[in-house]
């Protein structure tokens, strides 16, 4: 019995702020990950352009959050549009929907993971449910190089490092695109997955899957 889930049209957010591109380019990485799933596409939001869009985004089934790392926190631009959704946290217009984040930053570490978290902690209080990045960490052996998928070793979310010296063009380097599109594809699997268990159309389903386990 063939177990992929079917084609469920979802709808994914990729909301972000870029102050030089950089960011931008890792973005647009994660959006091509959500496109490569069947049935999944993608709202794609600046920052200040979600602040005049929360009535859309009451209709998505996942944000994907995005900011380059400054100063140890999420850049103020996009602090700006999490202090703007009062309105859906007190309503919970995005309870239950998927949510999950990526940064960018100068130095290979540079505090991203206090970026991600506040990213996680601003889903919590939107009671939205964290999908983490689901790699393993690469390039932390002898035969590990910065080719490697995730080889700056987050797990929370999608980390990038851009050289401060180099413009979006060069910066950052392809492993770090192709680990964020592996969270907007990630993203989109599992949005699927939990938008399909809220599907009364497909409880016939079940019987079928169960059937094949026992
Ligand atoms: C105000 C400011 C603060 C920054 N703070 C950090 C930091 O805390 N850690 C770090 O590694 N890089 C830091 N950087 C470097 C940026 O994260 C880096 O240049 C990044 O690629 C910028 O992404 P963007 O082009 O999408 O804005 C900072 C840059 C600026 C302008």
């Not at 799933?37 to 709202?43: E, K, T």
């Not at 946290?89 to 206090?114: E, Q, R, V």
């Not at 050289?163 to 964020?180: I, R, V």
């Amino acid at each position: 019995m063939n177990h992929e889930v079917p084609a469920i049209p979802i709808t994914v957010a990729v909301l972000f702020h870029s102050g030089f591109g950089h960011t931008a380019r890792q973005a647009e990485a994660v959006r091509r990950g959500v496109e490569r799933v069947a049935g999944a596409s993608v709202l794609f939001l600046t920052s200040d352009e979600a602040q005049g869009r929360l009535d859309d985004l009451k209709l998505v089934d996942a944000i994907i959050f995005g900011a380059p790392t400054y100063m140890g926190s999420v850049s103020g631009r996009f602090k700006t549009f999490m202090d703007s959704t009062s309105k859906p946290y007190a309503t919970g217009a995005w309870k239950d929907k998927i949510a999950a984040g990526f940064t960018n930053s100068g130095s290979k570490s540079g505090d991203k993971l206090a970026t991600l978290t506040q990213f996680a902690i601003f889903a919590a209080q939107h009671r939205m449910h964290w999908v983490n990045l689901g790699l393993p960490s690469g390039n932390n052996s002898t035969y590990g190089s910065d080719h490697d998928l995730n080889r700056l070793g987050f797990w929370l979310g999608a980390a990038a490092q851009s050289n401060n010296d180099q413009g979006p063009d060069f910066a950052p380097p392809e492993s770090d695109l192709l680990t964020a599109e592996y969270l907007g594809e990630r993203v989109a699997r599992v949005t699927q997955q939990f938008v399909r268990g809220r599907l009364p159309a497909v409880e016939g389903l079940l019987p079928d899957i169960l059937e094949s386990t026992s």
